[in-house]
């Protein structure tokens, strides 16, 4: 025992040494908590109730009860998102921003707060738009499978719309300037489904994936109407430049455009900033790194 406690404490010693601590350590600051992977699992169940209500939240629900349920469902959403998005402000350290340089704690966290307020009031306006969309997502996802048997059906079991669904979400909080969570919310969405997809992308309406799993969309990508992929596909960033330090250039577009109608097959990688044309169709275990006219099939020679 006494020589696994040397050992300990020579552990120990180790990992608090500031250079082996060194951006790996956040320290505690009261007021300013991480978000909670907890509330975040809350905030899409909730959100999933508000979508398509009994088959998510309470299976009692009905057109005399919707009004009190939407009501009641909404409330929790709006006071837990101002609460995450106010840890995803503080997290993305706004105390060092210089508008804040001569606030004190108190007044700068109540600043957050009211940012936070803000930002999860717009996304509560956006609710019935984010449905519509998801409404055009499930037939999607219905009319491109010969398997389905109802709208019931694909909402209750396909992973396309539990990743959809996360990621409409995390869209529009992207868009709404909210750090951290939605990046958090979508990798809760590709825990679930095997779906990676960045809450930077911007998709059309009637998107489905079949099947799902293991497709990659990348930040910069932009996906039109009435697009479909298959399971496997990436639509990714070749390599990309670095900086005269080494380090790699954020912020550029590198990722691909999928025009409307376009059809992508299984395990196909579409990689680096290149345009898809409309209705062009790509085969199968095929890597695709320049423009695709309209129109246009391509498959393994």
């Not at 706004?94 to 001569?102: L, T």
Request: hydrophobic content about 40%; glycine content about 8%; proline content about 5%.
């Amino acid at each position: 025992m006494k020589k696994f406690t040397e050992t300990m404490n020579a552990v120990v010693e180790k990992l608090v040494e500031p250079q082996s601590c060194k951006d790996l350590l956040r320290e505690y600051n009261e007021g300013a908590p991480l978000p909670s992977g907890k509330a975040l699992e809350e905030i899409i169940e909730l959100a999933r109730s508000i979508f398509f209500p009994g088959y998510y939240g309470n299976p009692t629900v009905n057109a005399g009860t919707l009004r009190y349920h939407l009501g009641v469902n909404i409330e929790r959403l709006y006071t837990l998102l101002i609460e995450q998005i106010q840890a995803g402000l503080s997290f993305a350290d706004y105390r060092n921003v210089s508008a804040y340089a001569a606030y004190n704690k108190q007044t700068i966290y109540k600043e957050l707060h009211r940012m936070a307020t803000t930002r999860a009031e717009a996304f509560i306006e956006k609710l019935p738009e984010i449905r519509r969309v998801l409404a055009t997502d499930v037939k999607a996802a219905y009319d491109g499978d010969p398997a389905a048997k109802s709208f019931g059906e694909i909402i209750s079991c396909y992973p396309i719309i539990k990743v959809l669904t996360i990621y409409r979400m995390a869209h529009e909080l992207w868009m709404l300037d909210v750090p951290l969570i939605p990046r958090m919310l979508t990798e809760l969405a590709h825990s679930e489904t095997g779906v990676d997809i960045h809450p930077g992308a911007q998709i059309g309406e009637y998107f489905t994936i079949d099947h799902g799993t293991g497709v990659v969309i990348g930040e910069t990508c932009i996906i039109g109407n009435n697009v479909k992929l298959y399971q496997g596909v990436t639509l990714g960033a070749k390599s990309f430049p670095l900086d005269a330090d080494g380090n790699p250039i954020k912020g550029i577009l590198r990722h691909p455009i999928l025009e409307d109608d376009v059809i992508v097959y299984s395990n196909a990688s579409i990689l680096g900033r290149i345009t898809i044309g409309k209705g062009a169709v790509i085969g199968g275990n095929v890597c695709i790194t320049h423009d695709v006219e309209a129109g246009t099939t391509i498959t393994q020679k």
